[in-house]
């Protein structure tokens, strides 16, 4: 479907094509075959989140009969019209890659799927034993029909099967009477059977053994058919925070809600008959575009658990273990450390240790006096909430803002939130309308020439396990100017105020929105005076109107902008007269690109910014957010090489068209650079450099008296 406007790409459109370049990398051949499933696995996941909060918002409003149109010219109707269209080929795309290519070579890797038609004799007494024994004993049937309104509350995107069944009527045994019957999965982890094989791991999936085994569930009636079924549930909801008096209560009652909310999505076994179907789609009061027939296994992501099972190490990418920063070698003081110099990491190159390790040594740090800090998505288990807890417990002053509306992770931050007041932590819920989405750590410390403070500004969470799989930046410093904004900011956050003026960063809802324009215009004044003037940006979404249609302007006369975004992109480049001096492009590769780094020329004078925010108006206008410079010469002369790493990579680059497609930024031959393998073996050579200085430096031991 052509876009009315032609400046803009669709938000939803653009977002399902970055899915389709995850997709790819699961159609690569030239990846290992673990690492494909796992791919694969990701699509999966990815959509079963676009479903429940994109297109369960725009059901919401086209069921309002809204009208209102997108940027790029597409009412609500239109767009799950094209979203309809699109997901039911990538949905197909996905099966053919599963089902042709990544199922039948499994084996090789030591994972043998089998079925009711290929279990031998022993085998097929084992499968009819757990079914007595584990799954009858732990499932349980539910009989249903559309007209009593019982219809069982079904968990969102859990398993299902649906069984049609017939048995005589006793006033006449030749009319027989056709009912319904679901079993629903629920929470159970029994998804894979496993079964006994000759070498490796094989498994079962448990709709086929329930299928094989249904005679136990109904021994006494007619089973028709059995058909896998799976709901997705509209979780684009949210709560009322001028009416909530108690957020965390609020919160507590919006996850109650979004277990029983309308159905955005059926995905059902291809093989089910236009009776089951109809059945189920009245069931759920959707329409037939609200329904996707699965040629293969429902749930794909849920492959990701067979991982583990892999065997051979050729089935995987090769280690890229984390590595010690040589600005922070682990025996060392962390404070002291920060205090020679900025300390810049590149995560997951670098490990995320040392801001856990800032963490932790200021809890128990008698001269810590203070720690501030955000949290937006922890881990389970967390050892920076433990810290946290620590840190108060040993008298220090702790404050954390914990946003309980960071979506699908509400319940953990919940749960997080009360341990952290139990430990005496002084706990905010984020600030009424809008999401705390900011990274900073403050330490206050006192020390011999005064106060100092010490702060972390990151671009990605406080979460040590995600740190391991995304691309996000640390800065660790005690710059006086950056402190002093750091306590600005946060005390506004936490005092309901705006904050003061600051000297270097710059803030949303309040002033990140205009620094950035001021930065795109200073460009575009650069260039009309015949200097040189560019734009870089990494992010992972480039949604905003002004923002884009600045870029284009600044295209217009001339500079040259690049940007690596991730995801969702609503800039058309490549326009001659609009945008012939844009250049977009997407890396998605074995991490998942997460930093956000800008870079402005400036007329020579270069400036380079870490950020939480995407350039969205979300980010940019309902969300607390942070733009930190980087002062540090050393520091801004490292990002700017990440940054243009990630143009020359000529394996994993797509280039974004005009027409909204991606081609591959280069053939990919052994010999192209692979920016994220070129960052691995850059960070090494940096490590493996300071390592080797430190070695050819001769240290003295002193005598006592002249220390």
């Keep these: 479907m ?51 909060v994109r297109v369960g918002g725009l059901q919401t409003l086209a069921e309002g009969g809204s009208h209102q149109t997108d940027p790029s010219g597409l009412t609500p109707e239109q767009q799950l019209t094209a979203i309809g269209q699109r997901v039911r080929q990538l949905v197909d795309d996905q099966y053919a890659c599963f089902l042709r290519e990544i199922a039948p070579q499994l084996s090789t890797a030591g994972i043998t799927r089998l079925t009711a038609a290929t279990l031998t004799e022993s085998q097929d007494r084992f499968v009819q034993q757990v079914c007595m024994e584990e ?28 069984v049609r069944l017939q048995r005589p009527l006793a006033e006449n045994p030749d009319d027989f009477e056709t009912r319904y019957a679901i079993i629903p999965f629920g929470r159970t982890n029994m998804r894979f059977v496993s079964l006994p094989v000759a070498s490796g791991y ?44 108690d957020l965390l ?21 291809s093989s089910a008959s236009p009776e089951l179907t109809e059945f189920l789609r009245a069931s759920f009061e959707i329409g037939e575009r609200d329904i996707f027939r699965i040629p293969g296994p429902l749930e794909l992501s849920a492959f990701m658990q067979l991982l583990e099972q892999a065997t051979g190490a050729e089935h995987r990418f090769a280690a890229w273990p984390a590595m010690n920063s040589p600005l922070v070698d682990p025996p060392e003081d962390v404070f002291a450390a920060i205090a020679k110099r900025d300390i810049l990491l590149y995560h997951p190159y670098e490990s995320f240790d040392p ?26 288990n967390s050892p920076i909430v433990a810290a946290l807890a620590r840190a108060a417990q040993n008298g220090k002053h702790v404050t954390v ?42 330490v206050i410390r006192r020390e011999p020439q005064g106060i100092q403070r010490y702060v972390h500004f990151g671009t990605g969470n406080y979460n040590e396990q995600t740190t391991r799989l995304y691309s996000d930046v640390s800065l660790l410093t005690c710059d006086e100017s950056l402190g002093h904004d750091a306590i600005s900011f946060f005390n506004a956050v936490t005092g309901y105020s705006q904050p ?95 930093a956000r780094i800008f870079y402005f020329n400036h007329g020579g004078d270069q400036r380079v910014f870490i950020s939480s925010a995407d350039w969205m108006p979300r980010n940019l206008d309902r969300r607390v957010e942070l733009l930190t410079p980087i002062e540090d010469v050393s520091s801004r002369d490292r990002l700017i090489a990440i940054l243009n790493s990630y143009f020359k990579d000529r394996a994993k ?45 001769f240290e003295p031991y002193q005598a006592p008296g002249l220390e």
């Excluded at 799954?135 to 649906?162: E, K, W, Y």
């Excluded at 005679?215 to 009416?243: G, L, S, W, Y």
């Excluded at 309040?510 to 992010?539: C, N, P, S, W, Y």
């Design 135 to 162: 799954i009858f004993a732990a499932l349980a049937p539910l009989t249903v029909t559309q007209h009593d309104g019982q219809f069982p509350l079904l968990l969102n995107r859990s398993m299902n099967v649906c």
């Design 653 to 697: 680059g797509r280039v974004l068209q005009p027409d909204g497609s991606f081609k591959i930024a280069g053939k990919r031959t052994s010999n192209k650079l692979r920016a994220q393998e070129w960052l691995y073996d850059e960070t090494r050579r940096l490590v493996e450099l300071a390592e080797h200085s430190k070695n050819t430096v």
């Design 249 to 269: 209560v609020q919160m507590q009652q919006l996850l109650t809600e979004r277990r029983a909310s309308d159905c955005v999505r059926l995905e059902l076994a």
């Design 401 to 442: 803002i914990v946003e309980l509306k960071a979506r699908f992770d509400e319940a953990r931050n919940i749960e997080g939130a009360r341990a952290l007041e139990h430990a005496g932590v002084q706990v905010f819920y984020g600030v009424k309308g809008l999401k705390t989405h900011a990274k900073i750590c403050i």
């Design 2 to 52: 052509p876009d009315p406007d032609p400046r803009f790409f669709n938000r939803e459109l653009s977002w399902l094509e970055f899915n389709q370049r995850v997709l790819d990398e699961a159609r690569d051949v030239s990846n290992p075959l673990i690492e494909r499933l796992k791919f694969l696995a990701i699509t999966a996941s990815n959509l079963d989140e676009f479903f429940m």
């Design 500 to 594: 003061l003026a600051f000297r270097l960063i710059a803030a949303a809802p309040f002033g990140l929105r205009e620094r950035l324009v001021e930065m795109i215009e200073a460009e575009i004044q650069f260039k009309k005076q015949r200097q040189r003037a560019e734009i870089t940006a990494k992010l992972n979404s480039l949604v905003d109107p002004e923002l884009i249609e600045l870029l284009y302007k600044a295209s217009q006369v001339g500079v040259k902008v690049r940007l690596n975004v991730r995801g969702t992109c609503c800039l058309r480049p490549g326009v001659p007269g609009l945008s012939e001096n844009i250049e977009v492009i997407s890396i998605v590769d074995r991490y998942l690109e997460h």
């Design 202 to 245: 094989g498994f079962m999936l448990l709709e086929e053994v329930i299928e094989h085994c249904i005679h136990q569930f109904f021994p006494m009636e007619k089973v028709v058919e059995c058909a896998a079924f799976r709901i997705t549930r509209n979780a684009d909801m949210a709560i009322r925070e001028d009416q909530a008096s």
């Design 355 to 380: 801001v856990v390790r800032f963490i932790e040594q200021a809890a128990l740090d008698p001269d810590v006096i203070a720690i501030k800090q955000t949290l937006y998505r922890t881990s389970r």
